[in-house]
């Protein structure tokens, strides 16, 4: 694990560094190059005159990186007589606002907790977007908040870029591909968590891995009102989710009841109110409920009896993230219990975040679950990363636990909301997830550096 060290600055045109006493170099020699980012600058390394285990940069030096003079910790990691000091982490988004005080609108609050475990990471993370680079130039215009208020500061490129655009749309924008590849190409930077899950995409590649599949309810496209017929005599209720979703917008749970030959529809109306239709055939359902929307955009699930809680289904948020060895560990797991009348377990739909040990007092079940529910997140984190392109370092899953206490992935997200962080006993694991997602960027970039030829997508 890497070591931050403090950072003092002291006067001098130079380009001076000292190294902290407790800093190994590796080599027999100090090195001449000190680089930050892409930036690199000449400088005389040697060891701090005082012996103190505290790395101090001179101010002609701190200028010539395009160091912000804020940074008060930095990691030190040497590779061919270069010193590279930090890892410069850029948040690339979208969505900037003018607002000095909100840069990035809502989600300004977000970035400011993401921004805040720097200096016990040693890393330099700051946020952008397309139009804050200067390629004639080699930097950026990133925004960074050390405390007090967002500032901007010109950077050089980053070591790595952590992928944090809030929705589809913004990622279809076809400045944005070609900006990803030459940042990737050109400049030798890995991109990590690009891209949003397609829900049946996922399901298509993982149903044929044998460690997973079991965790798969049966999932399909929605093809005729034949196959929900089947779907619905195997399995009595079923779902209908839209293939890009989000947030639990447009799922319709649908149930066939036997003695009366009827079919009941539970959704989320544009009113944001719960409804509860019944009908005679589903292509009167369907010609009811879905008669301004394309079928064809939708995805069919079976159903699963799950937990419930005063007959309320329950299902269970897991987050897992790569840590900077490059290894995925379990990082957060709560409950989510459904609001009354609800499809989902969304807090915008009514639904309570609850903790397992509020749900399960038994220790023992309690154990059983949530050992259960690693095992399929570790599993599944794996599988997922195997059988998709790219660098992957978070996912969100929404599990389902059955009357059997069975498994079941109903979904899997690679930007996960955080809507279960609200809870008060999950105040720490908001830290950790923090910290892990920018401790990826970490792994990353000494892969970078050590095997670059295994870096190129």
Not at 43 to 56: D, I, L, T
Not at 245 to 258: A, D, E, Q, V
Not at 261 to 266: K, S, V
Request: glycine share 8%; proline share 5%.
């Amino acid at each position: 694990m890497l070591h931050a060290y403090k950072v003092e600055y002291f006067q001098d045109e130079e380009s001076t560094l000292y190294l902290p006493s407790g800093f190994k170099t590796g080599e027999d020699t100090f090195p001449h190059t000190v680089v930050l980012g892409t930036g690199r600058q000449p400088a005389s390394c040697r060891r701090h005159p005082n012996g103190r285990n505290v790395m101090g940069i001179s101010t002609g030096l701190a200028e010539k990186l395009h160091l912000p003079s804020k940074v008060d910790s930095l990691s030190l990691y040497c590779k061919d007589e270069c010193l590279h000091a930090g890892v410069l982490i850029g948040i690339f988004t979208a969505g900037f606002t003018s607002f000095r005080l909100s840069p990035i609108g809502q989600r300004s609050h977000f970035f400011k907790k993401l921004l805040s475990v720097q200096s016990s990471l040693g890393v330099i993370p700051f946020v952008f977007g397309e139009q804050h680079i200067d390629w004639e130039n080699g930097l950026i215009k990133g925004f960074f908040h050390f405390g007090e208020g967002w500032e901007t500061e010109e950077i050089p490129f980053p070591n790595v870029i952590y992928d944090r655009l809030p929705n589809r749309q913004s990622e279809k924008r076809k400045t944005y591909q070609g900006l990803k590849e030459r940042l990737e190409r050109e400049y030798g930077i890995p991109w990590y968590n690009p891209g949003f899950f397609n829900k049946l995409d996922l399901f298509e590649r993982l149903e044929n891995d044998p460690t997973v599949q079991h965790f798969l309810p049966e999932t399909r496209p929605f093809q005729s009102f034949e196959e929900m017929e089947r779907m619905l005599s195997a399995y009595n209720h079923i779902y209908l989710k839209p293939k890009n979703g989000s947030l639990g917008n447009g799922i319709h749970k649908i149930t066939y009841n036997r003695s009366t030959e009827e079919y009941y529809c539970r959704f989320r109306d544009g009113d944001q109110k719960n409804r509860l239709l019944k009908f005679k055939s589903l292509e009167l359902l369907a010609n009811t409920v879905f008669k301004s929307r394309n079928l064809d955009s939708f995805i069919v699930q079976q159903g699963i009896s799950l937990l419930k809680e005063n007959n309320r289904p329950i299902d269970f948020r897991v987050h897992t993230n790569k840590d900077e060895e490059g290894n995925w560990q379990v990082s957060a797991m709560a409950g989510k219990v459904a609001g009354t009348g609800s499809v989902t377990t969304h807090a915008n739909n009514g639904g309570e975040v609850r903790v397992l040990s509020e749900l399960f007092p038994e220790e023992k079940e309690r154990q059983t679950i949530e050992g259960s529910l690693k095992d399929a997140a570790l599993l599944l984190s794996h599988a997922i990363e195997g059988n998709l392109e790219g660098f992957i370092g978070e996912i969100g899953f929404d599990f389902g636990v059955d009357d059997n206490h069975r498994i079941w992935m109903f979904e899997a997200n690679s930007k996960p909301g955080r809507s279960i962080f609200s809870h008060p006993d999950l105040k720490r694991f908001d830290l950790l997830t923090r910290k892990l997602a920018l401790s990826f960027g970490i792994f990353l970039t000494h892969q970078s550096l050590d095997h670059p030829e295994e870096m190129i997508p």
